[in-house]
């Protein structure tokens, strides 16, 4: 039987991504299950939510990659608040920690702690135990969290970033997350910045390259014609209107362009979008500019001379003028 494309895309990972597991962080999330019950996801905090935080405005929740090294994310996102200057001061930094099967016996984690089989988490899969809750689940109930008044009384924006593999899950999450009528009510702004992802899901069957010899190229995690999470709710025509009104911004580093990177997902669902993740990022703009599919409230910054490197991308100036609208970048798309 045919592996699936994501399993098998996981499987050709070079050994460094299944590396010693970065530690537990210390902050915790409940993440409510899709039938009742929760369990835990490990979070870095740059300050304790457990209690109110009336000087934060801004909210940047920041997700790791495929090597869950959420310890080396959260110093990122430290490191480009910091940069920021006064737009970073008042703000929150997260990092949710997604666990493997494995992390949990290594890391000895407590059994109420979620975890996920193999890399499928990126893909929005439903957790082994203790609940089936969808990785996705993760910021559904940080942003929650965010949205207490009580605890952020000044929060004026969220803003869910990702890199690599963590970029791949924020773009999908931002394709398929319902609307939150609470931060619509509480007038919470949400944002979502994509850094170099090796793949994204498209909304309809076309791709700029060749699928003949991949007949299951729009299965989900690259599109949406079979093999989509429980969490998926809604038709893709519909997902994608929704989609393009959000506030989406890509950074692309402009040297990200070797097709043989040790760690980008060559598949043949994932070479139907491209060469590499340069390539891809912009035939991925350039196919949602194309489609007549609604207004389009999105830009895409080229990172001029930085390559897959998380920490450059978001201290770059187009990278804190994702984070924190910042001025700066060279070019808006």
């Given at each position: 039987?045919?592996?699936?494309?994501?399993?098998?895309?996981?499987?050709?990972?070079?050994a460094?991504?299944?590396?010693?597991?970065?530690?537990l962080?210390?902050?915790?999330?409940?993440?409510?299950g899709?039938?009742?019950?929760?369990?835990?996801?490990?979070?870095?905090?740059?300050?304790?939510?457990?209690?109110?935080?009336?000087?934060?405005?801004?909210?940047?929740?920041?997700?790791h990659?495929?090597?869950?090294?959420?310890?080396?994310?959260?110093?990122?996102?430290?490191?480009a608040?910091?940069?920021?200057?006064?737009?970073?001061?008042?703000?929150?930094?997260?990092a949710?920690?997604i666990?493997?099967?494995?992390?949990?016996?290594?890391?000895?984690?407590?059994?109420?702690?979620?975890?996920?089989?193999?890399?499928?988490?990126?893909?929005?899969?439903?957790?082994?135990?203790?609940?089936?809750a969808?990785?996705?689940?993760?910021f559904?109930?940080?942003?929650a969290?965010?949205?207490?008044?009580?605890?952020?009384?000044?929060?004026?924006?969220?803003?869910?970033?990702?890199?690599?593999?963590?970029?791949?899950?924020?773009?999908?999450?931002?394709?398929?997350?319902?609307?939150?009528?609470?931060?619509?009510?509480?007038?919470?702004?949400?944002?979502?910045?994509?850094?170099?992802?090796?793949?994204?899901?498209?909304?309809?069957?076309a791709?700029?390259?060749?699928?003949?010899?991949?007949?299951?190229?729009?299965?989900?995690?690259y599109?949406f014609?079979?093999?989509?999470?429980?969490?998926?709710?809604?038709d893709?025509?519909?997902?994608?209107?929704?989609?393009?009104?959000?506030?989406?911004?890509?950074?692309?580093?402009?040297?990200?362009?070797?097709?043989?990177?040790?760690?980008?997902?060559?598949?043949?669902?994932?070479?139907?979008?491209?060469?590499?993740?340069?390539?891809?990022?912009?035939?991925?703009?350039?196919a949602?500019?194309?489609?007549?599919?609604?207004?389009?409230?999105?830009?895409?910054?080229?990172?001029?001379?930085?390559?897959?490197n998380?920490?450059?991308?978001?201290?770059?100036?187009?990278?804190?003028?994702?984070?924190?609208?910042?001025?700066?970048?060279?070019?808006?798309?």
């Amino acid at each position: 039987m045919r592996l699936p494309l994501l399993i098998a895309a996981m499987l050709a990972m070079p050994a460094a991504l299944a590396a010693q597991p970065a530690p537990l962080p210390p902050g915790r999330i409940s993440v409510p299950g899709p039938q009742g019950g929760s369990g835990l996801a490990p979070v870095y905090l740059s300050a304790d939510w457990t209690a109110p935080q009336p000087g934060v405005t801004r909210a940047v929740i920041v997700m790791h990659g495929l090597a869950r090294n959420a310890d080396t994310y959260f110093a990122a996102g430290l490191a480009a608040r910091q940069a920021a200057g006064p737009a970073g001061a008042a703000t929150l930094v997260i990092a949710p920690r997604i666990l493997g099967a494995q992390d949990v016996v290594e890391l000895h984690a407590p059994a109420d702690m979620l975890r996920w089989r193999h890399g499928n988490w990126a893909g929005g899969a439903a957790a082994t135990a203790p609940v089936p809750a969808s990785s996705f689940a993760v910021f559904d109930a940080i942003i929650a969290r965010l949205a207490d008044r009580a605890l952020f009384p000044a929060l004026r924006e969220i803003v869910v970033a990702g890199h690599s593999a963590g970029g791949q899950v924020v773009q999908r999450y931002a394709a398929v997350a319902p609307d939150n009528p609470a931060l619509a009510r509480e007038g919470i702004g949400l944002r979502y910045v994509v850094a170099n992802p090796s793949t994204y899901v498209y909304f309809t069957p076309a791709r700029p390259w060749p699928t003949a010899a991949c007949p299951g190229y729009n299965a989900w995690k690259y599109g949406f014609a079979s093999r989509l999470p429980a969490y998926v709710q809604g038709d893709p025509a519909s997902l994608e209107r929704r989609y393009r009104g959000r506030d989406v911004t890509y950074l692309l580093g402009t040297l990200d362009t070797d097709p043989n990177h040790p760690a980008l997902d060559k598949s043949c669902a994932a070479e139907a979008e491209g060469p590499s993740r340069y390539t891809r990022g912009h035939a991925y703009f350039a196919a949602l500019q194309a489609d007549a599919g609604g207004p389009l409230a999105q830009r895409l910054f080229d990172v001029p001379g930085v390559g897959h490197n998380g920490h450059r991308m978001f201290t770059s100036p187009c990278g804190l003028a994702a984070l924190f609208e910042t001025p700066g970048c060279p070019k808006d798309k």
